[in-house]
């Protein structure tokens, strides 16, 4: 029996005419290492058969979060693995501008197609899907520029990917419950959401105080989970 976002997930393929029951078909899921992308990955890896490409991108910017992420990858991906085999890839970005002096230095969704959509030239177009965790409150002008950056990488190519986004269906006030759920508290466990964390003798420790902790500490208070998991 799947749940919300799996049926969600194999009608999106289905109307892009992608079976989700072809073993040959191969695509994408972008991975972040936060509880969206792992719940993406989870809900993917069980609603179809696809040979799947896991790839992280190591953003290297002024927030100082790439290592903060790799920190918890490892965890993930084994649990990740008990579902069933995906293959792994990796790529960096750098742009290390003052966010005090530059407001404006570039989209995580916009990189991320970029280093997606070149990857998937690397493996010689063979990738019919690229996967991403954005939702419905991900801003028009964010996702024009991001989908404009995949269509020129693609430009005078006779094969382009899909961009499937299974959360922008997911109602917007009920949708990190249904994330956080469909991965229960033992992978909420593994992941962090904290924009702002600290590093202190190598050891990073959450802020307890941006947007992204407030709507986890939200989320976790309403399923009644414990409060160790906002992080």
Same mark, same amino acid.
């Given at each position: ?108 969704? $916009?990189?991320?197609? %970029?280093?997606?959509?070149?990857? =998937?030239? #690397?493996? *010689?177009?063979?990738?019919? +899907?690229?996967? /991403? ?66 590093? $202190?003798?190598?050891? %990073?420790?959450?802020?307890?105080? =941006?947007? #992204?902790? *407030?709507?986890?500490?939200? +989320?976790?208070? /309403? ?9």
């Amino acid at each position: 029996m799947h749940n919300e976002i799996q049926r969600k997930t194999r009608k999106l393929l289905s109307s892009r005419y992608l079976d989700p029951d072809n073993k040959k078909i191969k695509t994408m899921i972008m991975y972040s290492g936060g509880a969206d992308s792992l719940s993406l990955a989870k809900n993917i890896l069980e609603s179809t058969s696809h040979k799947i490409f896991l790839h992280h991108v190591i953003l290297k910017n002024f927030e100082e979060r790439d290592q903060f992420q790799l920190d918890v990858l490892e965890k993930q991906l084994h649990f990740l693995r008990k579902i069933r085999e995906f293959e792994f890839i990796q790529s960096t970005t750098e742009m290390k501008i003052s966010s005090q002096k530059f407001k404006y230095v570039g989209l995580d969704l $916009t990189t991320s197609l %970029f280093m997606g959509g070149r990857s =998937c030239l #690397a493996l *010689k177009n063979q990738i019919s +899907a690229i996967y /991403t965790g954005h939702l419905l409150a991900t801003s028009a002008p964010e996702l024009f520029e991001g989908i404009s950056v995949l269509n020129a990488l693609f430009t005078n190519k006779r094969f382009k990917p899909n961009w499937i986004l299974p959360f922008r269906s997911l109602d917007q006030s009920s949708a990190k419950l249904k994330i956080y759920e469909s991965i229960g508290e033992d992978g909420l466990a593994l992941t962090v959401s904290c924009r702002a964390p600290s590093k $202190t003798n190598g050891v %990073f420790k959450s802020c307890k105080k =941006c947007h #992204a902790c *407030k709507t986890r500490e939200k +989320a976790v208070k /309403t399923l009644g989970w414990d409060m160790s998991l906002v992080k």
